[in-house]
T-cell receptor, first 114, second 112 residues
Framework: NAGVMQNPRHLVRRRGQEARLRCSPMKGHSHVYWYRQLPEEGLKFMVYLQKENIIDESGMPKERFSAEFPKEGPSILRIQQVVRGDSAAYFC????????????FGPGTRLTVT | KNQVEQSPQSLIILEGKNCTLQCNYTVSPFSNLRWYKQDTGRGPVSLTIMTFSENTKSNGRYTATLDADTKQSSLHITASQLSDSASYICVVSARNTDKLIFGTGTRLQVFP
């Protein structure tokens, strides 16, 4: 059973371009979470999705950011018109259920905006 | 405001020694507390998860304690190894929510 997969591992974008980050959860997991980690800071919750539904997006900026988890395929975190402040590590986690279930993290995508 | 604070920020110990990391939280209503290990450049890996009714849980050389009354937790590492060098993150979840609230971590370095 492969772990949580994220790609790309590293992504470089110029200001104004779009960044698309992918996350494939562990087999059998239908709950996906996205977190952002700025340099020298802790992880911050962005959004929680269950297949085809956004359950909680309270940590995601209202502008330029969107997330989806379609019935088929990976979860996608999309950042439009990237700015330098978007440079960070973006981690995806998956779990088989809510609350007390363990969340398994992927290796992260490091986004650099030049 | 829900917060998780950890101390110390960083710690250096010699291989074979024990150490204890601290975590204080103000998350309410409390659901569970987790300790994660994060190697540089990698995603966090779960060490322990404790609910309100649990006050200690072990995972090999890692032992976590929880005092839900004082809202404090500790992670004790026994007989440290070089591979223990990493950031250790305390994470708390509030009841009826799916969000995890992360501390900023303690960066542990183990030297030979």
């Amino acid at each position: 059973n492969a772990g949580v997969m994220q790609n790309p591992r590293h992504l470089v974008r110029r200001r104004g371009q779009e960044a698309r980050l992918r996350c494939s959860p562990m087999k059998g997991h239908s709950h996906v979470y996205w977190y952002r980690q700025l340099p020298e800071e802790g992880l911050k919750f962005m959004v929680y999705l269950q297949k085809e539904n956004i359950i909680d997006e309270s940590g995601m900026p209202k502008e330029r950011f969107s997330a989806e988890f379609p019935k088929e395929g990976p979860s996608i975190l999309r950042i439009q018109q990237v700015v330098r402040g978007d440079s960070a590590a973006y981690f995806c986690a998956s779990s088989p259920g809510r609350e007390n279930y363990e969340q398994y993290f992927g290796p992260g995508t490091r986004l650099t905006v030049t | 405001k829900n917060q998780v604070e950890q101390s110390p920020q960083s710690l250096i110990i010699l291989e074979g020694k024990n150490c204890t990391l601290q975590c204080n939280y103000t998350v309410s209503p409390f659901s569970n507390l987790r300790w994660y290990k994060q190697d540089t450049g990698r995603g966090p890996v779960s060490l322990t998860i404790m609910t309100f009714s649990e006050n200690t849980k072990s995972n090999g050389r890692y032992t976590a304690t929880l005092d839900a009354d004082t809202k404090q937790s500790s992670l004790h590492i026994t007989a440290s190894q070089l591979s223990d060098s990493a950031s250790y993150i305390c994470v708390v979840s509030a009841r009826n929510t799916d969000k995890l609230i992360f501390g900023t971590g303690t960066r542990l370095q183990v030297f030979p």
